[in-house]
């Protein structure tokens, strides 16, 4: 816990204009970011005397060990800028709202040639015109259902629209009349980007002009005797108007406009929001937030405009927002959003008629929100607060472990050897401090070594940065750290990529916005284990790979585990990291020192977490093996090609329908396939003939030798979960895989 007074900057260094401070810990991570009209005024606050501080207060600032700022010309600059840091850095003090679910969109892709609708979440895409959110998927398949009979849009995914434009036949929809067939060739695409259109004209509440429209048309059809016409759209109608009825109308005039409300308690806070659009409530969504800091209604309701609005542009901000308390000062936050917006917005307060009953509701809801929230919530804190304190008494630590580590090794008989950490912080899963290595110090099966060469670089990381920084000044820290770029036998130590959402160490994204699972490529790029700064981003707050020590590490074994991963410790001069391991068979819990384990009751809480902590590094860790063993079964003498991209590969594997063909055509056929030049052609040639021909194929259910059969890669086969396994390997794995 630091004194505040250590920090303090000295009289006149802080400047009286506006700005945004950023409070730092000990690890230099950002933990507080805040704005402010006058810095000055600002921060003196924060240095007053303790007991007159707010309980939450007092907590950051001696959690923090340094504040900085940065002066801005204008509050509305400072409100921006607070807003990105605030996303950039998710400082733990920080009013964050926890959404507790992905909403539901209604989407229309007017960026494709043939417009869809579909359901979508998460982050908007730029071409797509959204409504909503609604509260659940099925709400908006009844009303699409509904719309369909008028405005038959494509509904299809990309894979059956193009099975049915080459079959020339339409899906179920398109015989029922629910879709216009653009696939077939029903109509063109200008027509059914029309169709699309008026969709959303009618979703974006323009529905009385287009009703009276089908109204006169109808009449039109009447008078002229066309009977079954006239019938169509009076269906018609009836579909738009039990589809309009979903939604009733709360607020006159076509009204758009977006209510916030919030509840809250000295704890917590709920905030929900209604969409309104054209007069009819479009939309509904909730969030959570745990009061960190001493906080007023009117800040909460500024945070939440900013996470309500801060992605969004143009029509996706309404032209009237209506809130319980006004942001101070509420200018600048009103020029934020007209900005956003383009056009003028008014931030207000409902004071009588239609808006304030509305408002009653929305109240309403965030104060069922707050109440079910805290229902849940309370068994939830209670369950995991027991877990750690009971592991604090099993280990005999002197506090209960908020940042909990795991390490798992994987491989297959030796084979594609690699390693997972994961991250629990107070009993939750942190995925994005997921770590993933390769095996580089030896070749072979040896789990206690393995176990050893990883804990090892991932504290000499961890010792790396605090030299970096200046934080460790014990004597012998020159020799613990005199290895700190190279591990015995690999040159370098590499860590070799991230869970989802992260990044891996030279800063490329992982490809999928999932968790890393088999077929995911796991972005190996390396990154040495040196001071330098690649991995740390240096003084800007963000997670710095390896930065932050854990208050216990858990390592998948018994005792030759944890005792190598003790000894990697001590051989960093580490001392004040509490280290155990799970072992599988009985569940017994291993400590360097003790010669018989700890057994914990099988109902304890504790064992329980311990137990999730294990098995989420163990999962980690296997998919991260299989992801590499298939990359590696599906590896061919083409990936040797420099230059060579997957594109043309596929290229040249479909022109000449197998590797064993383009291995004897000449450079000049080569040269025949698309995007294959002279000299490209010479260095495929070249390739394939210092390449070993595959090995032939082997069905290892008959012992049948399939000659005929030719891949791009070395022989493979498929056990029954669908997993690469190489020619002749046993059918039963079981005992064979880690």
């Known amino acids: 816990m630091a004194d505040p007074s250590s920090y303090r900057p000295k009289p006149g260094q802080i400047p009286d204009s506006p700005g945004v401070y950023r409070f730092r810990d000990e690890h230099r991570r950002v933990i507080y970011v805040g704005k402010a009209k006058s810095l000055r005024q600002r921060l003196a606050n924060y240095f007053q005397d303790l007991a007159s501080l707010h309980p939450r207060t007092r907590t950051m600032v001696t959690t923090a060990a340094s504040v900085e700022w940065t002066v801005v010309s204008t509050e509305v600059e400072a409100l921006q800028l607070e807003y990105s840091w605030i996303k950039e850095y998710d400082p733990r003090f920080n009013v964050k709202y926890r959404d507790d679910k992905s909403y539901p969109y209604l989407a229309v892709t007017m960026n494709e040639e043939f417009p869809r609708v579909q359901v979508m979440r998460g982050h908007k895409k730029k071409g797509v015109r959204y409504f909503g959110p609604y509260g659940h998927a099925w709400a908006i398949r009844d009303t699409v259902d509904l719309l369909l009979r008028v405005f038959p849009v494509r509904t299809c995914s990309a894979g059956v629209f193009k099975n049915a434009t080459r079959t020339g036949r339409p899906c179920l929809l398109g015989y029922i ?22 969709f959303c004209e009618f979703m974006a509440g323009r529905t009385g002009t287009y009703l009276r429209r089908l109204e006169h048309q109808m009449m039109e059809a009447a008078e002229e005797m066309e009977y079954e016409r006239a019938a169509r759209l009076r269906d018609d109608i009836e579909a738009l108007k039990k589809a309009m009825e979903k939604n009733a109308v709360v607020l006159a005039d076509a009204t758009d406009a977006d209510l916030i409300a919030v509840a809250e308690d000295e704890l917590e806070a709920a905030v929900q929001i209604f969409h309104v659009r054209g007069g009819r409530v479009r939309g509904q969504r909730g969030w959570v937030t745990d009061k960190v800091e001493e906080v007023t209604t009117g800040a909460l309701v500024e945070h939440a405009l900013q996470q309500l609005y801060g992605e969004e542009t143009g029509d996706a901000v309404p032209k009237e927002v209506l809130v319980p308390a006004l942001p101070e000062p509420v200018e600048p936050v009103q020029e934020w959003l007209t900005g956003r917006r383009g056009s003028n917005v008014s931030l207000r307060i409902p004071q009588r008629g239609d808006k304030k009953a509305l408002m009653e509701t929305v109240q309403r809801n965030a104060l069922q929100a707050l109440a ?367």
């Open 177 to 198: 009349g629910k879709c216009s067939a653009p696939c077939v060739g029903r109509i063109p695409a200008e027509e059914h980007r029309e169709l699309a259109e008026e």
């Open 372 to 738: 079910l929230h805290k229902t849940k919530r309370a068994s939830d804190l209670t369950t995991r607060s027991r877990a750690l304190e009971e592991i604090a008494d099993a280990l005999d630590l002197d506090s209960a472990p908020l940042r909990i580590e795991c390490y798992d090794i994987s491989h297959l008989q030796g084979d594609d050897v690699v390693a997972s950490m994961v991250v629990f912080e107070d009993g939750l899963q942190r995925k994005g401090e997921y770590r993933r290595f390769q095996i580089k110090g030896f070749a072979g099966q040896d789990d206690v070594r393995s176990m050893h060469e990883v804990i090892t670089r991932r504290f000499r990381r961890y010792l790396a940065d605090k030299e970096r920084t200046g934080e460790w000044v014990e004597d012998d820290a020159e020799t613990t750290l005199t290895a700190a770029g190279t591990f015995p036998g690999t040159g370098t130590g590499i860590e070799d990529g991230t869970d989802t959402g992260t990044r891996t160490s030279t800063g490329t994204s992982t490809e999928n916005g999932t968790d890393a699972e088999p077929g995911t490529e796991p972005g190996t790029e390396p990154d040495t284990e040196t001071g330098s700064v690649n991995g740390f981003k240096d003084e800007d707050g963000r997670p710095k790979k390896f930065a932050y020590p854990p208050q216990l590490v858990v390592v998948d074994g018994g005792r030759p585990q944890v005792a190598a991963a003790k000894r990697a410790l001590d051989e960093l001069g580490i001392d004040d990291i509490a280290v155990c391991g799970l072992a599988k068979r009985l569940e017994e819990v291993w400590l360097p020192e003790d010669d018989d384990p700890v057994v914990l009751p099988r109902s304890s809480e504790g064992l329980y977490l311990l137990q999730r902590v294990r098995d989420e590094a163990h999962r980690f860790a296997i998919t991260y093996q299989r992801t590499k063993r298939a990359k590696r079964f599906r590896s061919g003498p083409l990936d040797e090609v420099p230059g060579l991209g997957e594109t043309r590969k596929q290229a040249l594997i479909k022109h000449f329908g197998s590797v064993k063909k383009l291995r004897s055509a000449t450079i000049e056929q080569i040269q025949e396939v698309p995007g294959i030049g002279r000299k490209t052609a010479e260095t495929i040639a070249a390739a394939l003939a210092q390449a070993a021909p595959a090995a032939p194929a082997v069905n290892t259910a008959t012992g049948e030798i399939m000659d005929d059969r030719e891949d791009e890669a070395p022989e493979t086969t498929a056990d029954a979960s669908g997993e690469p396994v190489p020619a002749g390997a046993p059918d039963d794995r079981r005992g064979q895989e880690r």
